[in-house]
């Protein structure tokens, strides 16, 4: 079970946060701008951890979390303002990606492991596709796998925070290396299980 599936159990949790968005006069694509940005301060951050001081790492963690939690608050506010649409549905998928891409480049740069990266974003953006992919020829968006987004940021923020406590011991850009690679190889296994469960589906 990934940590998508829990999205239906975490309203009281959001709703603090979609209170006071609300409040703000923010809009739901206004949140998900704020994630995007959120996301791009975490590349940033890693790159610098990698090629300069690593408690930048933390600093990453720190964003990646919040680009995850907003990514969840986006949605429950269009809701509650009732201006839930398809655009921006796209608008919210979009910058998802595209925050993926800035996040695991900014890992991969800071480490100078290049291929490792984009063996890790493809495998990313293939398990987004055949998330959506299923819902484009008439089933439902497919969330599970064996790792989804949530866990990729939730697991992405832990590995920045452990960073700096466990370099002594393991080396910061070792934990960061094995990160990308379990990224690559889990992406395009939960891919392949996607279109597996797809394909079966639609026999």
Known sequence: ?????????????????????????????????????????????????????????????????????????????????????????????????YADVVIIAGLAAGIDAYPLGFAAVSGVLLTSYLGTQAQAVGLDRVYGGLVGRADRLALIGLVGLLVVPLSGTYGGHGL???????LAAVGHLTALQRFYYAWTALE
């Open 176 to 182: 960061v290396w094995w990160l990308l690679a379990f």
């Open 1 to 97: 079970m990934t940590l998508d599936s829990l999205r239906p159990y975490i309203s009281g949790a959001l709703r603090p946060f979609v209170n006071g968005f609300d409040r703000a006069g923010m809009t739901p694509n206004g949140v998900s701008v704020v994630a995007f940005a959120m996301a791009l301060a975490a590349a940033g951050a890693f790159y610098l951890g990698g090629v300069a001081e690593q408690w930048w790492y933390a600093v990453a963690a720190l964003a990646v979390l919040a680009n995850g939690w907003l990514d969840v608050v986006d949605g429950a506010l269009a809701r509650k303002q009732a201006v839930a649409s398809q655009a921006g549905d796209l608008l919210d998928h979009v910058l998802d990606r």
